[in-house]
Protein backbone atom coordinates (compact mmCIF):
# COMPACT_ATOMS: atom_id res chain seq x y z
CA UNK A 1 0.00 0.00 0.00
CA UNK A 2 3.02 2.04 0.46
CA UNK A 3 4.15 1.94 -2.34
CA UNK A 4 1.69 2.84 -5.21
CA UNK A 5 1.76 5.92 -2.28
CA UNK A 6 5.21 6.84 -2.96
CA UNK A 7 5.01 6.32 -6.75
CA UNK A 8 2.21 8.34 -7.15
CA UNK A 9 3.97 11.10 -5.35
CA UNK A 10 6.76 10.92 -7.39
CA UNK A 11 4.64 11.15 -10.77
CA UNK A 12 2.64 13.93 -9.90
CA UNK A 13 4.36 15.64 -7.14
CA UNK A 14 3.67 17.13 -3.86
CA UNK A 15 -0.16 18.74 -3.98
CA UNK A 16 1.27 20.92 -0.92
CA UNK A 17 4.21 21.62 -2.92
CA UNK A 18 1.63 23.00 -5.61
CA UNK A 19 -0.56 24.68 -3.46
CA UNK A 20 2.81 26.46 -2.24
CA UNK A 21 4.00 27.50 -5.92
CA UNK A 22 0.65 28.13 -6.82
CA UNK A 23 -0.04 30.99 -4.13
CA UNK A 24 3.66 32.05 -4.07
CA UNK A 25 3.28 32.74 -7.75
CA UNK A 26 -0.44 34.19 -7.91
CA UNK A 27 1.19 36.76 -4.95
CA UNK A 28 4.07 37.66 -7.64
CA UNK A 29 1.68 38.12 -10.31
CA UNK A 30 -1.28 40.16 -9.11
CA UNK A 31 1.04 43.37 -8.09
CA UNK A 32 3.01 42.83 -11.49
CA UNK A 33 -0.40 42.82 -13.45
CA UNK A 34 -1.17 45.96 -12.00
CA UNK A 35 1.89 47.28 -13.09
CA UNK A 36 2.13 46.25 -16.30
CA UNK A 37 -1.51 48.16 -16.56
CA UNK A 38 0.37 51.34 -15.86
CA UNK A 39 -3.22 52.92 -16.74
CA UNK A 40 -2.01 56.85 -14.97
CA UNK A 41 1.34 56.58 -16.49
CA UNK A 42 -0.35 56.77 -19.63
CA UNK A 43 -2.58 59.37 -19.00
CA UNK A 44 -0.05 61.27 -18.10
CA UNK A 45 2.14 61.07 -21.33
CA UNK A 46 -0.51 60.90 -23.38
CA UNK A 47 -1.42 64.72 -21.75
CA UNK A 48 1.81 66.05 -21.92
CA UNK A 49 1.72 64.82 -26.09
CA UNK A 50 -1.42 66.74 -26.74
CA UNK A 51 -0.62 69.72 -24.79
CA UNK A 52 3.16 69.89 -27.23
CA UNK A 53 0.67 69.26 -30.36
CA UNK A 54 -1.76 72.12 -29.15
CA UNK A 55 0.95 74.55 -29.49
CA UNK A 56 1.79 73.20 -32.65
CA UNK A 57 -1.26 73.37 -34.15
CA UNK A 58 -1.89 76.70 -33.21
CA UNK A 59 1.75 77.73 -34.65
CA UNK A 60 0.26 76.06 -37.65
CA UNK A 61 -2.91 77.81 -37.83
CA UNK A 62 -1.40 81.50 -37.18
CA UNK A 63 1.01 80.56 -39.92
CA UNK A 64 -2.00 79.45 -42.20
CA UNK A 65 -3.96 82.60 -40.98
CA UNK A 66 -1.66 84.94 -41.75
CA UNK A 67 -0.07 83.22 -45.09
CA UNK A 68 -2.67 81.52 -46.56
CA UNK A 69 -5.69 84.09 -46.99
CA UNK A 70 -7.30 85.42 -49.93
CA UNK A 71 -8.84 88.60 -49.97
CA UNK A 72 -12.00 89.64 -52.73
CA UNK A 73 -13.82 92.69 -52.31
CA UNK A 74 -17.65 92.21 -52.83
CA UNK A 75 -20.27 93.58 -54.23
CA UNK A 76 -21.17 95.82 -51.44
CA UNK A 77 -17.72 96.62 -51.14
CA UNK A 78 -17.07 94.49 -48.03
CA UNK A 79 -13.70 92.24 -48.18
CA UNK A 80 -14.38 88.45 -48.40
CA UNK A 81 -11.28 86.00 -46.77
CA UNK A 82 -11.06 82.66 -47.65
CA UNK A 83 -8.33 79.98 -47.38
CA UNK A 84 -6.52 79.54 -50.69
CA UNK A 85 -5.81 75.52 -51.81
CA UNK A 86 -2.01 76.31 -53.06
CA UNK A 87 -0.89 78.06 -50.75
CA UNK A 88 -2.13 76.18 -47.62
CA UNK A 89 -0.83 72.96 -49.29
CA UNK A 90 2.16 74.26 -49.70
CA UNK A 91 2.64 75.61 -45.82
CA UNK A 92 1.26 72.88 -44.46
CA UNK A 93 3.37 70.31 -46.68
CA UNK A 94 6.72 72.18 -44.78
CA UNK A 95 5.31 72.34 -41.75
CA UNK A 96 4.31 68.77 -41.57
CA UNK A 97 7.83 67.56 -42.81
CA UNK A 98 9.45 69.26 -40.06
CA UNK A 99 7.54 67.98 -37.15
CA UNK A 100 6.48 64.66 -38.11
CA UNK A 101 2.87 65.37 -38.09
CA UNK A 102 -0.34 64.92 -40.56
CA UNK A 103 -2.10 67.92 -41.05
CA UNK A 104 -5.76 68.27 -42.35
CA UNK A 105 -7.43 71.44 -43.32
CA UNK A 106 -10.96 72.23 -43.94
CA UNK A 107 -12.31 75.10 -45.30
CA UNK A 108 -15.44 76.82 -43.46
CA UNK A 109 -17.99 74.54 -45.21
CA UNK A 110 -16.00 71.85 -44.02
CA UNK A 111 -14.54 70.58 -46.65
CA UNK A 112 -11.10 69.21 -46.60
CA UNK A 113 -9.02 70.86 -49.00
CA UNK A 114 -5.54 69.61 -48.18
CA UNK A 115 -4.33 66.89 -46.40
CA UNK A 116 -0.45 66.18 -45.84
CA UNK A 117 -0.40 62.06 -46.85
CA UNK A 118 -2.24 63.00 -50.23
CA UNK A 119 1.13 64.42 -52.54
CA UNK A 120 -0.38 65.75 -55.65
CA UNK A 121 1.83 64.22 -59.15
CA UNK A 122 2.12 63.76 -61.99
CA UNK A 123 0.21 60.42 -61.61
CA UNK A 124 -1.92 61.97 -59.42
CA UNK A 125 -3.45 62.04 -55.82
CA UNK A 126 -1.14 59.20 -53.87
CA UNK A 127 -2.03 58.88 -49.95
CA UNK A 128 0.97 57.59 -47.59
CA UNK A 129 0.23 55.19 -44.86
CA UNK A 130 2.68 53.86 -42.47
CA UNK A 131 1.80 50.20 -42.21
CA UNK A 132 3.30 48.08 -38.61
CA UNK A 133 5.38 46.01 -39.26
CA UNK A 134 4.11 42.44 -38.69
CA UNK A 135 3.86 40.59 -35.26
CA UNK A 136 6.06 37.59 -36.63
CA UNK A 137 9.21 39.91 -37.28
CA UNK A 138 9.23 41.62 -33.96
CA UNK A 139 12.51 40.43 -31.39
CA UNK A 140 11.33 38.67 -28.75
CA UNK A 141 10.82 41.16 -26.21
CA UNK A 142 8.89 43.46 -28.57
CA UNK A 143 6.59 40.46 -29.51
CA UNK A 144 6.28 39.75 -25.64
CA UNK A 145 4.83 43.35 -25.51
CA UNK A 146 2.80 43.52 -28.77
CA UNK A 147 1.07 40.25 -27.27
CA UNK A 148 1.13 41.84 -23.76
CA UNK A 149 -0.66 45.06 -25.67
CA UNK A 150 -3.20 43.15 -27.33
CA UNK A 151 -4.12 41.38 -24.15
CA UNK A 152 -4.82 44.26 -22.04
CA UNK A 153 -7.21 46.05 -24.81
CA UNK A 154 -9.39 43.01 -24.18
CA UNK A 155 -9.51 43.91 -20.15
CA UNK A 156 -12.08 45.85 -19.41
CA UNK A 157 -11.46 49.96 -18.72
CA UNK A 158 -8.46 49.56 -20.97
CA UNK A 159 -10.10 51.22 -24.19
CA UNK A 160 -10.82 54.17 -22.38
CA UNK A 161 -9.82 56.18 -25.59
CA UNK A 162 -12.52 55.86 -28.19
CA UNK A 163 -11.78 54.32 -31.33
CA UNK A 164 -10.09 56.57 -34.26
CA UNK A 165 -11.99 55.88 -37.71
CA UNK A 166 -11.50 57.39 -40.71
CA UNK A 167 -13.53 57.63 -43.92
CA UNK A 168 -12.23 57.72 -47.56
CA UNK A 169 -14.60 61.01 -48.11
CA UNK A 170 -13.84 62.77 -44.99
CA UNK A 171 -16.00 66.04 -43.97
CA UNK A 172 -15.60 68.33 -41.13
CA UNK A 173 -18.97 66.24 -39.12
CA UNK A 174 -16.21 63.12 -39.20
CA UNK A 175 -14.44 64.76 -36.19
CA UNK A 176 -15.40 66.48 -33.62
CA UNK A 177 -12.16 67.96 -32.78
CA UNK A 178 -12.82 69.49 -36.53
CA UNK A 179 -16.56 70.75 -35.83
CA UNK A 180 -15.32 72.74 -32.87
CA UNK A 181 -12.57 74.28 -33.97
CA UNK A 182 -14.70 75.66 -36.88
CA UNK A 183 -16.85 77.30 -34.29
CA UNK A 184 -13.64 78.85 -33.11
CA UNK A 185 -12.75 76.10 -30.14
CA UNK A 186 -9.70 74.80 -29.91
CA UNK A 187 -9.73 71.01 -29.10
CA UNK A 188 -7.41 67.94 -28.23
CA UNK A 189 -8.55 64.82 -28.20
CA UNK A 190 -6.63 61.32 -28.36
CA UNK A 191 -8.33 58.37 -30.53
CA UNK A 192 -7.38 54.55 -30.32
CA UNK A 193 -6.31 52.11 -33.20
CA UNK A 194 -5.78 49.50 -31.26
CA UNK A 195 -2.92 47.16 -30.35
CA UNK A 196 -2.14 50.04 -28.08
CA UNK A 197 -1.52 52.45 -30.09
CA UNK A 198 -3.20 56.04 -30.33
CA UNK A 199 -3.72 58.61 -32.97
CA UNK A 200 -3.37 62.18 -30.75
CA UNK A 201 -5.56 65.07 -32.88
CA UNK A 202 -5.86 68.67 -32.35
CA UNK A 203 -8.30 70.94 -33.73
CA UNK A 204 -7.30 74.75 -34.26
CA UNK A 205 -9.69 77.85 -35.94
CA UNK A 206 -8.06 79.05 -38.73
CA UNK A 207 -8.58 82.94 -38.29
CA UNK A 208 -7.93 85.63 -40.08
CA UNK A 209 -8.89 89.01 -37.85
CA UNK A 210 -10.88 87.09 -35.88
CA UNK A 211 -12.81 85.29 -38.73
CA UNK A 212 -12.74 81.67 -38.79
CA UNK A 213 -11.78 80.41 -42.04
CA UNK A 214 -11.32 77.04 -41.45
CA UNK A 215 -10.21 74.44 -39.53
CA UNK A 216 -6.42 72.96 -39.24
CA UNK A 217 -6.69 69.04 -37.75
CA UNK A 218 -3.30 68.14 -36.91
CA UNK A 219 -2.84 64.47 -36.10
CA UNK A 220 0.51 62.11 -34.83
CA UNK A 221 1.16 58.87 -33.39
CA UNK A 222 1.87 57.52 -30.46
CA UNK A 223 5.27 56.28 -30.81
CA UNK A 224 6.99 58.28 -28.15
CA UNK A 225 4.39 56.75 -25.76
CA UNK A 226 4.11 53.45 -26.85
CA UNK A 227 7.95 53.12 -26.50
CA UNK A 228 7.96 54.69 -22.77
CA UNK A 229 5.37 52.25 -22.37
CA UNK A 230 7.32 49.31 -23.48
CA UNK A 231 10.27 50.37 -21.89
CA UNK A 232 8.95 49.71 -18.23
CA UNK A 233 6.92 47.26 -19.33
CA UNK A 234 10.18 45.36 -20.72
CA UNK A 235 12.05 46.35 -17.33
CA UNK A 236 9.20 45.43 -15.10
CA UNK A 237 8.97 41.88 -17.08
CA UNK A 238 12.63 41.91 -16.27
CA UNK A 239 12.24 42.17 -12.64
CA UNK A 240 9.17 39.66 -12.90
CA UNK A 241 11.15 36.93 -14.18
CA UNK A 242 13.71 37.41 -11.63
CA UNK A 243 11.06 37.05 -9.36
CA UNK A 244 10.04 34.32 -10.76
CA UNK A 245 13.19 32.50 -10.55
CA UNK A 246 13.78 33.21 -6.63
CA UNK A 247 10.10 32.61 -5.76
CA UNK A 248 10.42 29.45 -7.61
CA UNK A 249 13.39 28.21 -5.65
CA UNK A 250 12.13 29.67 -2.55
CA UNK A 251 8.71 27.63 -2.64
CA UNK A 252 10.62 24.79 -3.74
CA UNK A 253 12.80 24.97 -0.41
CA UNK A 254 9.70 25.66 1.48
CA UNK A 255 8.07 22.47 0.28
CA UNK A 256 10.59 20.72 1.28
CA UNK A 257 11.13 21.32 4.23
CA UNK A 258 7.42 21.32 5.09
CA UNK A 259 6.08 18.70 2.82
CA UNK A 260 8.92 15.90 2.59
CA UNK A 261 8.91 15.73 6.36
CA UNK A 262 5.25 15.38 6.57
CA UNK A 263 5.15 12.62 3.58
CA UNK A 264 7.78 11.24 5.98
CA UNK A 265 5.27 11.79 8.92
CA UNK A 266 2.74 10.04 7.05
CA UNK A 267 4.69 6.61 5.59
CA UNK A 268 5.57 6.18 9.03
CA UNK A 269 2.29 6.83 10.52
CA UNK A 270 1.26 4.27 8.15
CA UNK A 271 3.93 1.57 9.23
CA UNK A 272 2.88 2.02 12.26
CA UNK A 273 -0.80 1.51 11.16
CA UNK A 274 -0.45 -1.74 9.15
CA UNK A 275 1.62 -2.71 12.32
CA UNK A 276 4.62 -4.13 10.36
CA UNK A 277 6.78 -5.32 13.45
CA UNK A 278 7.32 -2.74 16.29
CA UNK A 279 10.80 -1.62 15.03
CA UNK A 280 8.63 0.71 13.02
CA UNK A 281 9.12 4.49 14.40
CA UNK A 282 8.17 7.50 13.63
CA UNK A 283 11.48 10.25 12.29
CA UNK A 284 12.88 12.73 14.68
CA UNK A 285 12.68 15.80 14.15
CA UNK A 286 14.14 17.07 17.57
CA UNK A 287 16.55 19.63 15.86
CA UNK A 288 13.49 21.43 14.35
CA UNK A 289 11.63 24.16 17.06
CA UNK A 290 8.76 24.83 14.72
CA UNK A 291 5.35 23.08 14.01
CA UNK A 292 6.79 20.42 12.34
CA UNK A 293 9.54 19.34 15.26
CA UNK A 294 5.86 19.31 17.52
CA UNK A 295 4.33 17.13 15.42
CA UNK A 296 7.24 14.56 15.01
CA UNK A 297 7.69 15.01 18.78
CA UNK A 298 3.76 14.86 19.29
CA UNK A 299 3.42 11.74 17.06
CA UNK A 300 6.40 9.54 18.58
CA UNK A 301 4.82 10.24 21.81
CA UNK A 302 1.63 8.68 20.43
CA UNK A 303 3.36 6.07 19.31
CA UNK A 304 5.46 5.38 22.24
CA UNK A 305 2.27 5.31 23.73
CA UNK A 306 0.04 3.36 21.77
CA UNK A 307 3.02 0.86 21.93
CA UNK A 308 3.10 0.84 25.91
CA UNK A 309 -0.80 0.41 25.28
CA UNK A 310 -0.86 -2.54 23.26
CA UNK A 311 2.15 -4.41 25.76
CA UNK A 312 0.10 -3.54 28.72
CA UNK A 313 -3.07 -5.05 26.81
CA UNK A 314 -1.00 -7.54 26.22
CA UNK A 315 0.42 -8.21 29.75
CA UNK A 316 -3.13 -8.11 31.12
CA UNK A 317 -4.56 -11.10 28.72
CA UNK A 318 -1.84 -13.04 29.75
CA UNK A 319 -2.18 -12.01 33.35
CA UNK A 320 -6.34 -12.94 33.45
CA UNK A 321 -5.45 -15.95 31.43
CA UNK A 322 -3.02 -17.35 34.43
CA UNK A 323 -5.41 -15.91 37.05
CA UNK A 324 -8.22 -17.65 35.15
CA UNK A 325 -6.72 -20.81 35.02
CA UNK A 326 -6.02 -21.96 38.53
CA UNK A 327 -9.13 -21.77 40.00
CA UNK A 328 -10.60 -23.34 36.87
CA UNK A 329 -7.79 -26.00 37.13
CA UNK A 330 -8.88 -26.58 40.71
CA UNK A 331 -12.39 -26.82 39.48
CA UNK A 332 -11.87 -29.01 36.98
CA UNK A 333 -10.01 -31.23 39.36
CA UNK A 334 -12.28 -31.23 42.32
CA UNK A 335 -15.17 -32.19 39.73
CA UNK A 336 -13.34 -34.92 38.73
CA UNK A 337 -12.61 -36.49 42.22
CA UNK A 338 -15.95 -35.80 43.61
CA UNK A 339 -17.09 -37.85 40.74
CA UNK A 340 -15.22 -41.41 41.98
CA UNK A 341 -15.71 -40.57 46.06
CA UNK A 342 -18.31 -42.06 47.56
CA UNK A 343 -18.10 -40.91 50.91
CA UNK A 344 -20.95 -37.54 51.67
CA UNK A 345 -18.54 -35.82 53.63
CA UNK A 346 -15.43 -36.15 51.27
CA UNK A 347 -18.13 -34.99 48.77
CA UNK A 348 -19.09 -31.71 50.63
CA UNK A 349 -15.53 -30.80 51.17
CA UNK A 350 -14.86 -30.93 47.70
CA UNK A 351 -18.58 -28.80 46.72
CA UNK A 352 -16.75 -26.25 49.10
CA UNK A 353 -13.22 -26.19 47.47
CA UNK A 354 -15.35 -25.76 44.03
CA UNK A 355 -17.78 -23.05 45.44
CA UNK A 356 -14.85 -20.72 46.76
CA UNK A 357 -13.06 -21.13 43.35
CA UNK A 358 -16.31 -20.49 41.73
CA UNK A 359 -16.22 -17.01 44.06
CA UNK A 360 -12.52 -16.23 43.42
CA UNK A 361 -13.17 -16.66 39.73
CA UNK A 362 -16.43 -13.99 39.91
CA UNK A 363 -14.60 -11.46 42.03
CA UNK A 364 -11.44 -12.11 39.14
CA UNK A 365 -14.01 -11.59 36.61
CA UNK A 366 -15.58 -8.57 38.03
CA UNK A 367 -12.32 -6.71 38.71
CA UNK A 368 -11.12 -7.53 35.71
CA UNK A 369 -14.15 -6.14 33.80
CA UNK A 370 -14.11 -3.12 36.01
CA UNK A 371 -10.23 -2.70 35.16
CA UNK A 372 -10.95 -3.14 31.08
CA UNK A 373 -13.57 -0.23 31.36
CA UNK A 374 -11.24 1.98 33.50
CA UNK A 375 -9.79 3.94 30.54
CA UNK A 376 -12.47 4.37 28.78
CA UNK A 377 -14.76 5.55 30.83
CA UNK A 378 -11.82 8.10 32.21
CA UNK A 379 -11.52 9.34 28.66
CA UNK A 380 -15.21 10.06 28.46
CA UNK A 381 -15.24 11.85 31.63
CA UNK A 382 -15.18 15.51 31.64
CA UNK A 383 -13.94 16.32 35.10
CA UNK A 384 -15.65 18.53 37.86
CA UNK A 385 -14.64 20.02 41.06
CA UNK A 386 -14.27 17.91 44.09
CA UNK A 387 -13.90 18.88 47.64
CA UNK A 388 -12.10 15.90 49.47
CA UNK A 389 -12.74 16.96 52.81
CA UNK A 390 -16.56 16.21 53.11
CA UNK A 391 -15.68 13.14 50.75
CA UNK A 392 -13.27 11.85 53.03
CA UNK A 393 -15.36 12.11 56.25
CA UNK A 394 -18.24 10.39 54.81
CA UNK A 395 -15.94 7.73 54.39
CA UNK A 396 -14.52 7.78 57.41
CA UNK A 397 -18.34 7.53 58.57
CA UNK A 398 -19.25 4.83 56.61
CA UNK A 399 -16.17 3.10 57.43
CA UNK A 400 -17.08 3.17 60.82
CA UNK A 401 -20.72 2.67 61.39
CA UNK A 402 -20.70 -1.28 60.75
CA UNK A 403 -17.25 -1.20 62.81
CA UNK A 404 -17.20 -4.71 65.12
CA UNK A 405 -15.16 -5.26 67.94
CA UNK A 406 -11.52 -5.62 67.80
CA UNK A 407 -11.82 -3.77 64.62
CA UNK A 408 -9.16 -1.54 63.45
CA UNK A 409 -10.06 2.17 64.14
CA UNK A 410 -10.29 4.94 61.68
CA UNK A 411 -8.98 8.30 62.40
CA UNK A 412 -9.49 11.78 60.31
CA UNK A 413 -7.20 14.05 60.51
CA UNK A 414 -7.44 17.29 58.49
CA UNK A 415 -6.97 21.17 59.86
CA UNK A 416 -10.33 23.18 60.36
CA UNK A 417 -10.99 25.84 57.48
CA UNK A 418 -8.50 23.92 55.05
CA UNK A 419 -10.16 23.79 51.35
CA UNK A 420 -8.99 20.38 49.48
CA UNK A 421 -10.52 20.66 46.00
CA UNK A 422 -9.11 19.15 43.01
CA UNK A 423 -10.78 18.23 39.96
CA UNK A 424 -11.99 14.81 38.37
CA UNK A 425 -14.61 12.10 38.44
CA UNK A 426 -15.87 11.44 42.45
CA UNK A 427 -17.15 8.22 42.16
CA UNK A 428 -13.49 6.61 40.92
CA UNK A 429 -11.71 9.14 43.92
CA UNK A 430 -13.64 7.40 46.41
CA UNK A 431 -12.59 4.06 44.82
CA UNK A 432 -9.27 5.26 45.21
CA UNK A 433 -9.51 6.09 48.85
CA UNK A 434 -12.16 2.74 49.24
CA UNK A 435 -9.46 0.68 48.47
CA UNK A 436 -6.34 2.42 50.42
CA UNK A 437 -8.38 2.48 53.69
CA UNK A 438 -10.06 -1.31 52.64
CA UNK A 439 -6.20 -2.54 52.30
CA UNK A 440 -4.75 -0.71 55.71
CA UNK A 441 -7.81 -2.90 57.51
CA UNK A 442 -6.84 -6.21 55.76
CA UNK A 443 -3.22 -5.95 57.41
CA UNK A 444 -4.06 -3.71 60.86
CA UNK A 445 -3.78 -5.88 63.82
CA UNK A 446 -6.76 -6.39 66.21
CA UNK A 447 -7.73 -3.50 67.62
CA UNK A 448 -5.14 -1.39 65.57
CA UNK A 449 -5.45 2.07 64.35
CA UNK A 450 -5.87 3.40 60.97
CA UNK A 451 -5.20 7.25 60.14
CA UNK A 452 -6.46 8.99 57.41
CA UNK A 453 -4.68 12.50 56.86
CA UNK A 454 -5.26 15.40 54.11
CA UNK A 455 -3.60 18.56 53.69
CA UNK A 456 -1.93 21.11 51.28
CA UNK A 457 1.18 21.25 49.75
CA UNK A 458 1.35 24.09 47.54
CA UNK A 459 -0.87 23.49 44.27
CA UNK A 460 -1.03 19.72 45.15
CA UNK A 461 -3.62 18.51 47.67
CA UNK A 462 -1.90 15.26 49.61
CA UNK A 463 -3.92 12.54 51.31
CA UNK A 464 -2.04 9.40 53.47
CA UNK A 465 -3.48 6.16 54.78
CA UNK A 466 -1.06 4.80 57.87
CA UNK A 467 -1.74 2.11 59.38
CA UNK A 468 -0.01 -0.72 62.62
CA UNK A 469 0.55 -3.43 60.43
CA UNK A 470 3.51 -5.78 59.38
CA UNK A 471 4.59 -2.88 56.59
CA UNK A 472 5.66 -3.49 52.91
CA UNK A 473 7.95 -6.74 52.31
CA UNK A 474 11.67 -4.63 51.52
CA UNK A 475 12.00 -3.98 47.91
CA UNK A 476 8.38 -4.34 47.23
CA UNK A 477 7.15 -0.50 47.85
CA UNK A 478 6.80 -0.45 43.67
CA UNK A 479 5.51 -4.03 42.93
CA UNK A 480 2.63 -3.73 44.93
CA UNK A 481 1.17 -1.82 42.89
CA UNK A 482 1.15 -4.43 39.98
CA UNK A 483 -1.51 -6.36 38.98
CA UNK A 484 -2.53 -9.51 40.55
CA UNK A 485 0.05 -9.14 43.02
CA UNK A 486 -0.76 -11.21 46.07
CA UNK A 487 0.88 -10.56 49.23
CA UNK A 488 -1.45 -11.17 52.01
CA UNK A 489 -1.71 -11.45 56.03
CA UNK A 490 -1.18 -14.37 57.72
CA UNK A 491 -4.00 -16.21 57.87
CA UNK A 492 -6.36 -15.20 55.79
CA UNK A 493 -8.61 -17.29 53.23
CA UNK A 494 -6.98 -17.59 50.05
CA UNK A 495 -8.21 -16.09 46.88
CA UNK A 496 -10.33 -13.55 48.71
CA UNK A 497 -9.12 -10.68 46.85
CA UNK A 498 -7.86 -10.35 43.38
CA UNK A 499 -4.86 -8.50 43.54
CA UNK A 500 -6.09 -5.99 41.34
CA UNK A 501 -7.56 -2.73 44.24
CA UNK A 502 -4.07 -1.11 43.66
CA UNK A 503 -3.37 -1.16 40.70
CA UNK A 504 -7.08 0.02 40.09
CA UNK A 505 -6.11 3.11 41.98
CA UNK A 506 -2.70 3.57 40.53
CA UNK A 507 -4.82 3.63 37.06
CA UNK A 508 -7.19 6.01 38.51
CA UNK A 509 -5.00 8.42 40.67
CA UNK A 510 -2.76 8.52 37.08
CA UNK A 511 -5.49 9.79 34.68
CA UNK A 512 -6.13 12.28 37.48
CA UNK A 513 -2.77 13.90 36.72
CA UNK A 514 -1.35 12.50 40.16
CA UNK A 515 1.07 10.28 42.29
CA UNK A 516 0.36 7.15 43.89
CA UNK A 517 3.38 5.97 46.31
CA UNK A 518 3.56 3.54 49.40
CA UNK A 519 6.45 3.17 51.92
CA UNK A 520 6.81 1.96 55.36
CA UNK A 521 6.73 3.78 58.99
CA UNK A 522 9.97 2.91 60.51
CA UNK A 523 10.44 4.05 64.11
CA UNK A 524 13.93 5.49 65.40
CA UNK A 525 15.33 2.34 66.17
CA UNK A 526 14.88 0.96 62.94
CA UNK A 527 11.78 -0.63 63.54
CA UNK A 528 8.27 -1.29 61.13
CA UNK A 529 5.54 0.41 62.59
CA UNK A 530 3.24 0.30 59.70
CA UNK A 531 2.31 1.22 56.18
CA UNK A 532 1.90 4.43 54.91
CA UNK A 533 0.59 5.03 51.20
CA UNK A 534 0.43 8.82 49.52
CA UNK A 535 -2.15 10.23 47.04
CA UNK A 536 -0.81 13.59 45.41
CA UNK A 537 -3.85 15.39 43.16
CA UNK A 538 -3.09 18.82 41.39
CA UNK A 539 -5.54 21.35 43.69
CA UNK A 540 -8.31 22.88 41.63
CA UNK A 541 -7.28 25.74 39.47
CA UNK A 542 -10.42 28.20 38.77
CA UNK A 543 -11.36 27.76 34.73
CA UNK A 544 -10.04 24.58 34.26
CA UNK A 545 -12.62 21.99 32.88
CA UNK A 546 -10.45 19.04 30.62
CA UNK A 547 -10.96 16.22 29.61
CA UNK A 548 -9.28 13.54 31.62
Same mark, same amino acid.
Given at each position: ?105 ? +???? *??? /? ?10 ? =???? $? ?8 ? =? ?5 ? =? ?44 ? *? ?28 ? $?? #? ?12 ? =? ?31 ? /? ?8 ? #? ?12 ? &? ?55 ? #? ?7 ? +? ?7 ? &? ?41 ? #? ?73 ? $? ?29 ? +? ?20 ? $? ?6
Amino acid at each position: MIGPVRSAARRFGSPLTRRILAVNILALAIPIAGLLYLGEYRRGLVEGELAALSVQGAMFAAALGEGAVNSDAGGLGLIEQALDADSTRSIVRRLAETTGTRARVY +NAEG *VLI /VDSRRLIGPGGT =VQIE $PVAPPLESLP =VGAWMLS =VLGRVLDWLPGHQEFPLYEEKVDQQASDYDEVALALDGEPVARARS *VGDGRLILGVGQPVQSYKQVLGALLLTKGS $PD #IEAAMAGVRLTILQ =VFAVGLGVTILLSLYLAGTIARPIRRLALAAER /VRLGRGREAA #IPDFAGRRDEIGEL &ARSLRAMTEALTQRVDAIEAFAADVAHEIKNPLTSVKSAVETVVRLKDPEQQQRLFA #IILDDVDRL +NRLISDIAD &ASRLDAELSRARPEPVDLRPLLATLVDVQQTPRKSRDPALHFD #IANGLRLDVEGVESRLVQVFRNLIANAASFSPPDGSITLRAARDRDAVVVTVEDEGPGIPSGKERAIFDRFYSER $PAGEKFGAHSGLGLSISQQIVDAHGGTISAE +NRVAPDGRVLGARFTVRLPART $PGRAERL
